[in-house]
Every structure is written in structure tokens, then in C-alpha cells.
T-cell receptor, first 112, second 117 residues
């Protein structure tokens, strides 16, 4: 059974810092991995999707990497801003699978 | 930009009552999902739906739950007799078929908060 773990559970940083959020998964036979942002009481906004054959994806100040064989992904946020404050969720879809399995998320607070 | 829409945004109901949560997936998507998130817990998969039938369901999705695509645009989740533990945020999601040019990225709605009293 796929398990997804996110570290740290919470992170508080001053504005302008570069930061890394970590995601690990127990079964490396994945089809893709998605990073989401969730604001309090709101839905999930897709940030980046990495296919299993890819090593990284970039969107603006966000960069996600994937090391499938070791079961790890990182989300790098450059020059953090208070508007980046949210919960960041990692989710994986297994090979020949249909559903996403989610981690518990990292709660990020960027202080101005 | 196309989006998944859900109604209602919040529903309060008495234990034992039936609830229907509605979703309009993105129009060219073929796979539809319901997930839920109990306050403070992980987002959990409930059910997936493809080609007018359930393709996968979790242990949570018992006989009290059902899904339907009554027309070409709506996708509904029905809870027949709600329990206190059904209180959660319910998310609808959809995706297209993953093929060349399409990543199979999953798009979520804003959620329907269900409160069972």
C-alpha cells in the first residue's frame, strides 16, 4: 500500500527565503506525482505535475524534482512571499493506477 | 480557464438525512473522482468514475454512498443516511485521458463542506 510522507509538517520562514519541502513515497512504481496548494477552507490548486520519466518541472518561482528510484520529491520555492503561505500537498498516482494518494501536507507560513 | 465547480459550498444536515453533492467537471474530461478531507486529516480517495461506471472505490465508499452522472455535465455524490463521521470537506476532481500532449493532471473543485449534526 502506497504511503506518502511530507516533511516538515510545518515551516515558518521570513519573506525572501528560498525553501524546500520534502515528499517521500514508499512504492516507487508511480505514474506521476502532483504538488498542490491548499488555502484554509479552500480547494486544491494544482501547482506542478511530474511524470515518472521526468526529473523536474518548473513554474515561475516553483521547481519540483523527482527521484523515482529513491521515492522522493522536493518542491523548491524561490524568494518566498507572504502570499505563498498555505498548505502544500504532495500526491502520487501509481503505475496502471487511477487515484492519487496524498501526503498530510506541509503548512507554510511566510512572515513579512 | 476551465474549472471544476461544486455545489453547495456548505451544507448542514441532521444525522440520518440524505445528502446530494453536485459537481460539474471540466467539459472534455472523462475521469471523475470524489475525495474527502476530514478536518485536520489527509485528503482521502473515495471513488473514481469512467465510462459511466465506477472504476475504483475505497473502503470508505460503502453502501451508504453512491455516484451518478445523470446527464452530460453533472456528477453527483449521494450519501443515503448521513452519520456524524461523514462531516468533512468533499472534493470533486476530473482529468482527461493521459496521452501524448495530455498529462492526466487532476483538477479539483473548491469543495463542499458537509456538517452532520
Amino acid at each position: 500500500k502506497q504511503e506518502v510522507t511530507q516533511i516538515p509538517a510545518a515551516l515558518s520562514v521570513p519573506e525572501g527565503e528560498n525553501l524546500v519541502l520534502n515528499c517521500s513515497f514508499t512504492d516507487s512504481a508511480i505514474y506521476n506525482l502532483q504538488w498542490f496548494r491548499q488555502d484554509p477552507g479552500k480547494g486544491l490548486t494544482s501547482l506542478l505535475l511530474i511524470q515518472s520519466s521526468q526529473r523536474e518541472q518548473t513554474s515561475g518561482r516553483l521547481n519540483a524534482s523527482l527521484d523515482k528510484s529513491s521515492g522522493r520529491s522536493t518542491l523548491y520555492i524561490a524568494a518566498s512571499q507572504p502570499g505563498d503561505s498555505a498548505t502544500y500537498l504532495c500526491a502520487v498516482r501509481k503505475e496502471y493506477g487511477n487515484k492519487l494518494v496524498f501526503g498530510a501536507g506541509t503548512i507554510l507560513r511566510v512572515k513579512s | 480557464e476551465p474549472e471544476v465547480t461544486q455545489t453547495p459550498s456548505h451544507q448542514v444536515t441532521q444525522m440520518g438525512q440524505e445528502v446530494i453533492l453536485r459537481c460539474v467537471p471540466i467539459s472534455n474530461h472523462l475521469y471523475f473522482y470524489w475525495y474527502r478531507q476530514i478536518l485536520g486529516q489527509k485528503v482521502e480517495f473515495l471513488v473514481s468514475f469512467y465510462n459511466n461506471e465506477i472504476s475504483e472505490k475505497s473502503e470508505i465508499f460503502d453502501d451508504q454512498f453512491s455516484v451518478e452522472r445523470p446527464d452530460g455535465s453533472n456528477f453527483t455524490l449521494k450519501i443515503r443516511s448521513t452519520k456524524l463521521e461523514d462531516s468533512a470537506m468533499y472534493f470533486c476532481a476530473s482529468r482527461t485521458v493521459a496521452r501524448q500532449g495530455n498529462t492526466g493532471e487532476l483538477f479539483f473543485g473548491e469543495g463542499s463542506r458537509l456538517t452532520v449534526l
